[in-house]
C-alpha cells in the first residue's frame, strides 16, 4: 500500500513538471505585438453639447514584436456620433515595439445631450487577420457652474527627468493651490464661499516631438481655501525631438467658465551626453599599460548608475567596468584600467587595435548607452638595457609621479 502511494505521488510530480514546462507563462504575451490606447486629448474639453467634437487618440505598440497593420476604430454610443460612418476606422499601419501612433476622429455632441459624464468604445487590432480589442472611455460633456469664488492657480511645476534627453518618458507634475485665505467673502452684499473645484484638467503639447500619455483628470473635488493638489502627467519625448524649451498647455475647468484658466508649461530638452576622453598615450609596453581617461557630464542634468566599459580585441582590462555612480553637471572624473594583452594580441603589429568606450548611464528612470570607437591601441617593445636614454627616461617617470598623483586628486575632488 504504501509503495503505491509512493507511485501515485511520483506519478503526480512528474504530470506536473512536463505541464510546467510546456505551460505558456503569462509574461510570454507581453513578446508578441501589444496595443495600449489612449484618449490624449478632447477639444473643446469638456465636450459642448450641439457642437462638434474632436477625440485624438494614441496608440502604443508595448509587446516585443512588431504590429503588422494596426487599426483603430471608434463605436460611438448616444449623444455621439461620428461625421461619417466612414471615418470609423483609421489605418496606422506598422507599429514597431516602444513606438507611438496618433489619429483624429471627429464627433458630433446632440443638441438634446445632458451635461455630465458619457461612455465611448474604442477597438484597436495589431493585423489584418487580428482579433478586435476593445475599452471604454469616458468622455465629459458641459460643464458645472457653482457659485463658489475659489481661484486655482498653478503654484508649482516638477518635470522627472528635469531635463529630457530624446527617446525620454518621464512626468510632469503641477501643483495646483486654491487662493482664497478666508472661508467666505462678500461680493455686491452676497456671502459666497471660497472653495475651488477643478472640473477637468488637460495638459496638451504644442509642438512636434511631445506626447502626454494620460487622459484629462475629471472631477478633482473640492479645494478649500489654501488648499493644494498635485496632479501627474506621464510624457514621452521622440526621438526625433529637437534640442531647446518646448511648450505645453494646461488647460483647467474651475468653477465655472470665469474661473477655466490657461498655464503654459515648459519642458527642456538636451541631447549631449556623457563623453569620455584619453587624458594620455593608448600604448602598451610588453603587452602591459595603465591607461586612463576623462569622463565628462556635459548635460544640464544629474545622471546616475554612471559606468565605463572598454572593449578591444586581444586585450583584457581590469576591472572590466569601472562605475563611477552619480555623476552632475559638468563634473569631470578620471578613471584607469588596467591593459593586458592575452595570446591572441600581435606584439609586431604596426597598425596596433582598435579600442571602444562605452558609457552607460541613467537620466531619471531612462537608460542611456554611447561608444568613442576607434581608438588606436599600439604596442612598443621595452628594453632591459641600462642606457642613458632610459636612465633619463626613468628619472623623468620618477620625477613625474608625484605631480600625476596630485593632478589626479585634484581632478577628482
Known sequence: MQMIKKNIIATFFSLLLISSLFAVPACAAVGGANLKVTIVETNPYPAKIGEYLTLTVQVENIGGDKADNVDIEIVPQYPFSLDSQANAVKNVGVLNPGRTATKEFHLFVDKNAQKGVRSIDIRTKTGKDSPWSEKSFDIRIGTETFNSKGTVELKEVVSEPQVFMPGDRGTITVTLTNTATTPTVTIGGNDFDTNARIQAAVLRPLSDGIVVLDAPYGDMGILGPGDSIKLTFNVKVTEEATDGTHNLELAIEGNSFDYNSRKNIALK??????KVIPSKELTMIDGKSTIEFDVANTHPN??????????AEGIRFFPAEYFIGPMNPDELFTIEFNAVADDSWNPRSEKGTNMS??????????RHVNTVGNLNFTNVSGSTESSPKAVLAGGLIIIAVPAAFLFYRRRKH
Do not use: H, R
Request: glycine residues 4%; negative net charge; without cysteine.
Open 269 to 274: 530638452v538636451d541631447s549631449s551626453n556623457i
Open 302 to 311: 544629474e545622471f546616475n548608475s554612471v559606468s565605463i566599459k572598454p572593449e
Open 357 to 366: 568606450l562605452t558609457a552607460n548611464y541613467n537620466n531619471g528612470i531612462n
